[in-house]
């Protein structure tokens, strides 16, 4: 078999890379860090003794060492973060509400409209440009690389809530194995359209690129197309043409919560790029059409809010737990519904 090598398995999340090998037969004895150097694309010496230092390289289930030596039949599964961007990232002065900082890990409370990273149409203001900047004025350059934070996952630009960083590519190495197990607790709150039935469920399919739209995720409920994606929701309040929901996601992909929903027939309240900007429950009554859209204008985004967020330390190994208030525009637009609904059903 060439490079005596199987490649069982290669996912790519958004902020880190996952490989799984099966070892060839013929595969002669070899450290693992060295193995790994060999087998996998645009890959540092540094960051796989760095993945191993961090429980990244399990060999057969177990984490091993950099030191370990490869045998035949091993099966391989390693997580990587990704190498820094290459775009530049200068000191903005971004209003950034910064919740929690230690020398490790920070955790921003991001407002609406805020873009996390760079990318297309998008270069300058972003969380990336307020951190580089929050930490040139409290002198960390030591601490963070070029001036800027290690992304371990990301919210979107019109979404709300708690994201976490890290401030040394060891942190977000540990981090990323966090997220690809699934043991990060986060749970977001979402106002859907409808009266969703069930007081709680599961959604489960996989979620890729439109093939139609390339900006809109869909779900592929059949086959393997995209990646596997699971959200549980809780029903939290009821507004008769609208439901408060609290989310819980088991994975995160991107815009999964928005692409789910819609998938379920219930999409994110004012979601444009998912269909949540039309009416699509309630009323002809143009008393009612105005309502709905005075409540646009409250929250001119879709809403939906990052609201808590749980991981184990990297360096102190504690459980730490944060929480959010909901962003105000989305406060108030639930303040709307909940005092229309009171009015036309008492009983609500």
């Not at 609290?246 to 819609?262: D, K, M, S, V």
Request: charged letters at 25%; proline letters at 4%.
């Amino acid at each position: 078999m060439e490079n005596n090598i199987e490649i069982i398995e290669e996912e790519n999340s958004e902020l880190y890379e996952h490989h799984h090998f099966i070892v060839d037969p013929g595969q002669t004895p070899l450290r693992v860090d060295k193995f790994l150097f060999n087998k996998v694309m645009n890959v540092s010496r540094n960051k796989v003794q760095q993945a191993a230092k961090a429980g990244n390289i399990l060999i057969n289930s177990k984490a091993v060492t950099s030191n370990y030596k490869v045998k035949p039949g091993d099966e391989i599964s390693v997580v990587m973060t990704y190498p820094p961007r290459e775009v530049e990232i200068f000191a903005e002065p971004v209003p950034l509400n910064i919740v929690y900082e230690d020398d490790d890990v920070l955790v921003v409370n991001k407002q609406a409209g805020l873009v996390v990273h760079p990318g297309f149409n998008n270069y300058t203001g972003t969380l990336l440009h307020g951190l580089a900047h929050h930490f040139t004025e409290t002198n960390q350059q030591d601490k963070v690389e070029n001036g800027f934070g290690y992304l371990v996952h990301r919210i979107d630009k019109d979404t709300s809530g708690l994201l976490l960083v890290a401030k040394n590519e060891m942190a977000q190495t540990i981090l990323a194995k966090q997220f690809f197990d699934h043991s990060i607790g986060r749970k977001y709150h979402a106002l859907v359209w409808g009266d969703v039935v069930e007081e709680e469920g599961t959604i489960i399919g996989h979620i890729g690129r439109s093939l139609k739209d390339r900006r809109v995720m869909t779900v592929f409920p059949e086959g393997e197309y995209g990646k596997d994606a699971i959200s549980h929701y809780t029903v939290l309040k009821r507004f008769g043409y609208v439901t408060l929901l609290e989310c819980r996601l088991e994975t995160g992909r991107t815009h999964q919560i928005r692409a789910h929903f819609r998938y379920l027939g219930h999409p994110l309240f004012n979601d444009e790029r998912y269909g949540g900007n039309a009416i699509i429950k309630g009323t002809t009554f143009t008393k009612y059409k105005q309502f709905v859209n005075n409540c646009f204008a409250i929250i001119p985004r879709q809403a939906l809010h990052a609201k808590s967020l749980g991981f184990v330390h990297p360096v102190t190994k504690k459980q730490l737990f944060f929480e959010s208030e909901l962003a105000l525009d989305m406060q108030l637009a639930i303040e709307k519904w909940s005092g229309y609904a009171t009015h036309q059903n008492p009983e609500l």
